[in-house]
């Protein structure tokens, strides 16, 4: 989704040799491929957009599978771009880097300073791992590999799969189906009272080529060698309620909506602190309702052609 986001918004900008590979050209769990790829291609810049991503449901069922995933994604393109000669990378993360118990709004200075959510503690370990590797071959070898952590994102080009979506994509295809089999409720899980911040993916391909492009004085004056990765958010949140709320808008459903209070709430609220990005020039420009009107659309669009297909 965020690698799509960035590739179109390069390719408008025409000024740049693109090379790209999809995961079926090239696996990039695969060191040797990996390797073959980078010192044929001899790119001068790398975005690290590429990971093993899912929901709750997905994290807890296949832990396994997204710690070693991202861990070998981040480890072969990382170093075999450096060995490639590549002085230049972005790479992206998230906010499941950050504490349980972490302080609200989260500061890029919380990372590693307590323990983190059970349920996506993998993930996490592998993203954190990620940003390590960037700051240390800065450190070793006077490289210029950045990192972006984005508060959840969701938008075009979104996975809207019954098991492995995230929470708006998932209330999305939800309210849409009750709207065509005119039911009259909408179960969503836990009190709805957790709050979350949701970030569209084309803000985040903005933000991504805004961080990539900063001159090295500025972004070295507002980041530090040993804590170098930059929050990406709104700065704004809204309860899971409210957003089931928009979404019921949007689709057109008029029934109830009605909260699972047996299921669990999660963190009580996930905030990126992006005070630092702000400083540096950029914010968020794509409020949640109208970006979630633009999502359905898409999804729309989707169904029409028969991308997506509705389970039974």
Not at 105 to 120: H, Q, S, V, Y
Not at 150 to 167: C, I, K, Q, R
Request: charged share 20%.
């Amino acid at each position: 989704m965020v690698g799509g986001a960035i590739l179109r918004r390069l390719r408008a900008q025409g000024e740049h040799d693109l090379i790209t590979a999809t995961s079926t050209e090239l696996d990039l769990t695969d060191q040797a491929a990996v390797r073959k790829f980078m010192q044929s291609q001899k790119p001068d810049a790398v975005i690290l957009a590429a990971a093993k991503v899912g929901g709750i449901v997905a994290n807890n069922t296949y832990p396994a599978q997204f710690i070693y995933e991202n861990l070998m994604i981040e480890c072969n393109v990382i170093h075999q771009a450096f060995a490639a000669g590549c002085q230049k990378l972005l790479q992206l993360g998230s906010s499941c880097i950050y504490p349980r118990e972490v302080t609200q709004p989260m500061a890029e200075n919380a990372l590693l300073t307590g323990i983190l959510e059970p349920t996506n503690e993998p993930y996490a370990v592998a993203k954190i791992a990620g940003i390590k590797l960037c700051e240390s071959y800065n450190r070793q070898y006077g490289t210029d590999y950045r990192s972006v952590m984005p508060t959840n994102l969701y938008g075009v080009g979104d996975n809207f799969h019954p098991e492995n979506s995230h929470v708006l994509p998932a209330m999305i295809r939800r309210f849409h189906n009750a709207v065509q089999d005119g039911a009259d409720e909408v179960v969503i899980w836990g009190t709805g009272t957790p709050r979350r911040e949701f970030l569209n993916v084309e803000d985040m391909a903005d933000a991504s080529l805004f961080v990539m492009n900063l001159d090295r004085v500025t972004y070295d004056a507002n980041t530090d060698p040993m804590l170098s990765h930059i929050n990406v958010g709104t700065g704004t949140d809204v309860s899971v309620l409210e957003a089931a709320q928009m979404i019921a808008d949007v689709t057109g459903f008029e029934g109830r909506i009605t909260c699972d209070t047996t299921k669990p709430d999660g963190a009580m609220r996930k905030l990126m602190d992006v005070s630092r990005l702000t400083a540096m020039g950029w914010s968020a420009r794509i409020g949640l309702r109208e970006g979630l009107a633009q999502t359905y659309i898409w999804y729309l669009e989707q169904l029409a052609s028969g991308a997506v297909v509705r389970e039974k």
